[in-house]
């Protein structure tokens, strides 16, 4: 069974970069059938996908957060990571790392629990 | 607003069916591209529920279906349940925009 686990700082501060990593268990990050992304969730409101990354290192970000966004993977450790500069209040979720089926449809079939991170001074 | 539309609510007494529908465009549902739904209990992560239209992952009832026609996708719930109450999103892509595209979450009560 799959697992993911995002780590990180809960609290960053505003102009600073946000840093996160997931942890991946019970498969290998190096797999080629899939993507590992980033989403991101601003309490009682709805999904944005942030970007993923494949085993190769190859990248795809969504347009809007593209200029502050750096995703980066690690496989001998099987992790992935996220950063995220220049933050601000508006960059305030919970956030998932999640893994993607690219090969049956582009859908994510295993999400990490989440982790909330606040920016705030 | 989310490029993909789905209503912010619906409701149904246990027992009975609901569906929920997300509504694309001709650069998303409508190109062909797949839809998939999640479900996200209170407090928990998504859930995948349906994937590639209409296919359930091994675990998920039967009681949960999904569909897509032209620029629309449905989910449909019957014989609905208490613990189905939750928020589900619909996802797809979108060519012109080059992105992974979320529905804006439909929240599902059960009176």
């Known amino acids: 069974q799959v697992q993911l686990q995002e780590s990180g700082p809960g609290l960053v501060k505003p102009s600073q970069t946000l840093s996160l990593t997931c942890t991946v268990s019970?498969?290998?990050?190096?797999?080629?059938?899939?993507?590992w992304s980033w989403i991101r969730q601003p309490a009682g409101k709805g999904l944005e996908w942030i970007g993923r990354?494949?085993?190769?290192?190859?990248?795809n970000y969504n347009p809007s957060l593209k200029s502050r966004v750096t995703i980066s993977v690690d496989t001998s450790k099987n992790q992935f990571s996220l950063k995220l500069s220049s933050v601000t209040a508006a960059d305030t979720a919970v956030y998932y790392c999640a893994r993607e089926d690219w090969v049956s449809g582009s859908y994510f079939d295993y999400w990490g629990q989440g982790t909330l991170v606040t920016v705030s001074s | 607003q989310s490029v993909l539309t789905q209503p912010p609510s619906v409701s149904g007494a246990p027992g009975q069916r609901v569906t929920i529908s997300c509504t694309g465009s001709?650069?998303?549902?409508?190109?062909?591209?797949?839809v998939h739904w999640y479900q996200q209990l209170p407090g928990t992560a998504p859930k995948l529920l349906i994937y590639g239209n209409s296919n359930r992952p091994s675990g998920v009832p039967d009681r949960f279906s999904g569909s897509k026609s032209g620029t629309s996708a449905s989910l449909a719930i019957s014989g609905l349940q208490a613990e189905d109450e939750a928020d589900y999103y619909c996802q797809s892509y979108d060519s012109s925009l080059s992105d992974v595209l979320f529905g804006g979450g439909t929240k599902l009560t059960v009176l």
């Open positions: 019970g498969g290998s990050i190096s797999s080629g059938s899939y993507y």
């Open positions: 990354i494949y085993t190769s290192g190859n990248t």
């Open positions: 001709s650069s998303n549902i409508g190109a062909g591209y797949d």
